[in-house]
């Protein structure tokens, strides 16, 4: 279907990753031009995504497809949902015709780490780039690696588990079944854990106000350092320096040229971006540092939607 | 220029990256059928090369183009070296021209590390597979990637190091100056450090034949391990857990089909082969460790000059 002359074709980005499902109009520049939402009902997910696609498009008809980002993982020669913990098995079974069907638009799935990982590349952080590797740091720390313009999610769709790096061989059990994984130090969870761990074990509980409440997240720590919390800060700078010290192992493997980082985590800022950067230098072959440029990312959580859009816009063409 | 019919196109494989150069006629199939070598000096290699393509071509003239391995960076765009610690900065200036005019030959110049995995890749253990992780084991640990039929270098040449990612945040220096790379630990000298240490520090050293000679290497404990020897068996098993630990880690990040394992410390065979999967097995994502297969290299030594010689085919097609 082309578009008349003068007026941009849209696409429409979801992210089913949430308790909420996301939903907007992407131009083909990646902004994001009107949003829905909706508390995702599992059973109900078919209908509801066609049900927020057509709100949408009763807004601006010139939707040229739709990108759908979800917590799994796809098979996109199959289109088929190979794995996800959140959707169930009755919904994923045929997610991908049931969702053409329902929208009456072409449509594209995506792993949403994946697609946060293409919207980063396309028009955020990892713009310019011809090599990225993605890091999302939030509840669970994940990944994605993009070579040469396109997702490589290796063998069997699980490349960029940059949180399941082993850092420390004698460390903690992770919930993945190894042990000493970079994610049991530097998920939002653990820094929790560790800076509960140190306030009570070392007796410095009364020099922090984290201690007032005794159940801080990891975006509390962040906000006590931002506010000058010596002990906050001290536990974001320690969880940068093991962040750092992961993205210098990536770095040494792939030699990759943009290191992009992402998720709640990161919303510490340069008081976590700074000692991640610091520690890969610090680690990592000087050619291999010299060669890259680490930031973070800059689409926060539209990344997956925007992304979702992108990978729309991008198989069309 | 084509080849008489009946006549099969043969290449030729230089590796300089030993003490002595090594040079082969090596069929299309990958078939060593001639070799001769030389000890390297260095100021004079141009001549040497020279000299050893055209003994190899007094015995057979169907020399369709020569493939050389070096012990540093190629940009293969330019076919210059970017980098050598062992070849002298006058003689790698304008390697790869020299060596065409002295030849006569096309020349195809490579990092000797890509050319082994090359080699491996194309006739060797990693046969069959679309992406491969090489490692090598030995003075160093090295390693490379190929995917989808090329090596993949990264942004400055640099990608596959393997020995340079770190297992222990808090472990020893690495002459690359991180501390707690998988070569502090891993690498034949390092071997031979730790068994050193753990045989005078526990007082173990009767229970071993290593201790009779004080200047064993990495060879003697994997022959001793070979042996039935238990104290060089259970180094060999814990050096075996660490690479594992490295392989996992490369397993979660690139969910690779492949993972070819080479060099003088893999010459101790199923002793470290089985830890290292074992461990490997026990540390990745249990769908990235069924998505691939841990093997040997199979071509030894002359994996570095196979695999120059079969970029010097493939670069021809």
Known sequence: MSTPAGLQASFIGIDLSGPKIGAAIVGADGKVLERRETTMAAAKL??????LVSELRAFNPQIAAVGIAIPGLVNRQTDRVIASRDLPSTVRENLHSDLMKA???RVELENDANAAAYGEYKVGAGRGSRDMFYVTIGEGIGGAIILGGKLWTGASGFAGEFGHITIDTEGIECDCGNTGCLETIASGPNIVRRANERLYRDGTSSLSKLA???????????????????FSLMMIERTGKFIGTGVASVLNLLNIERIVLGGGVMDAGDLILNPIIHEAKRRAFQPCFEA????AATLGADAVLIGAAMLARDAAS
């Not at 078919?46 to 049900?51: K, P």
């Not at 005794?214 to 506010?227: G, I, L, P, S, Y």
């Not at 890259?292 to 930031?295: A, E, G, R, S």
């Open 103 to 105: 929208t009456g638009l």
């Open 292 to 295: 890259t440029t680490i930031v």
């Open 46 to 51: 078919i209908e509801q995504v066609a049900g």
């Open 212 to 230: 007032i409440n005794k159940n801080f997240t990891a975006d509390d720590v962040a906000h006590e350092a931002n506010n000058g919390d010596d």
